[in-house]
């Protein structure tokens, strides 16, 4: 099967083979190509999908990618991750970003305005938010909690009360696309806040999603809608229903 721009409507689902057409590749001057997971490129200029999901371009950065569920989550420099402090040494916290990877190190200073004196204290079990500073095959990643050009942390620290959601890394990459609405279609945390329920929420790259308000059920109504949202792979009417069900159940 062939995919071209005739084709390129609300979505573009792909399979695993199919021939992608070369005006939908996005081009830049000066920029090399970046691809993103569930692409393999053969020699001289062709893309063919690996996985079966939705073809995402971001011509901004001269990107593009397959948005599929499932997969590991492999840790990128630049990513946003939520942790789960395991333990802490002299200088360093080691943190859970996934069952399967060794953990990452993250610097007891790497916090806005942190010294000896005034690191925070985080014991096993902590949620951090944070940045992927550091990531090759031979060393463990390492993260980091504060911007190192400004010094301020820019949202990244822990992340204390609320609760902490899996979700697959495809969904978390929608949720963090810049605009989540118009190019993930991930509506869900919109309609509810327009709806009037107040929470807030980080999400990670590695597959994680915190919701935090000071109702419980706002909590668990935020973070079972994404979740169905994902699993589901509702489309646009069908998460607004399902956010008009849920508020209609905690009202």
């Known amino acids: 099967m062939t995919i071209d721009m005739a084709e390129q409507t609300e979505r573009i689902f792909v399979l695993p083979g199919d021939r992608i057409d070369p005006s939908i590749i996005p081009s830049h001057?000066?920029?090399?190509?970046?691809?993103?997971?569930?692409?393999?490129?053969?020699?001289?200029?062709?893309?063919?999908?690996?996985?079966?999901?939705?073809?995402?371009?971001?011509?901004?950065?001269?990107?593009?990618?397959?948005?599929?569920?499932?997969?590991?989550?492999?840790?990128?420099?630049?990513?946003?991750?939520?942790?789960?402090?395991?333990?802490?040494?002299?200088?360093?916290?080691?943190?859970?970003?996934?069952?399967?990877?060794?953990?990452?190190?993250?610097p007891q200073l790497a916090f806005e305005m942190a010294s000896k004196k005034t690191r925070p204290n985080l014991t096993p079990g902590s949620l951090v938010y944070a940045r992927v500073c550091l990531a090759n095959r031979h060393m463990d990643p390492e993260l980091e909690c504060v911007s190192?050009?400004?010094?301020?942390?820019?949202?990244?620290?822990?992340?204390?009360?609320?609760?902490?959601?899996?979700?697959?890394?495809?969904?978390?990459r929608r949720l963090l696309m810049r605009k989540s609405v118009e190019e993930g279609k991930v509506v869900v945390l919109e309609e509810l806040g327009s709806a009037g329920l107040a929470f807030e929420t980080a999400v990670g790259?590695?597959?994680?999603?915190?919701?935090?308000?000071?109702?419980?059920?706002t909590v668990l109504a935020v973070g079972r809608a994404v979740k169905e949202t994902d699993e589901n792979n509702l489309g646009v009417e069908q998460q607004k229903k399902l956010v008009r069900k849920l508020v209609k159940e905690i009202s």
């Open 148 to 172: 190192p050009t400004t010094g301020k942390a820019d949202g990244l620290g822990p992340l204390n009360g609320g609760m902490l959601f899996d979700i697959s890394p495809g969904m978390a």
């Open 205 to 217: 790259r590695n597959g994680k999603i915190w919701v935090n308000s000071e109702n419980v059920k």
């Open 29 to 106: 001057p000066k920029r090399a190509l970046r691809l993103g997971p569930g692409l393999r490129h053969i020699p001289p200029n062709e893309l063919v999908p690996t996985v079966a999901g939705q073809l995402v371009t971001d011509h901004r950065k001269n990107s593009i990618w397959v948005e599929y569920n499932g997969g590991r989550y492999t840790p990128t420099v630049g990513d946003l991750v939520i942790g789960t402090v395991h333990h802490s040494a002299v200088d360093y916290f080691y943190v859970m970003l996934s069952g399967y990877t060794s953990n990452a190190l993250l």
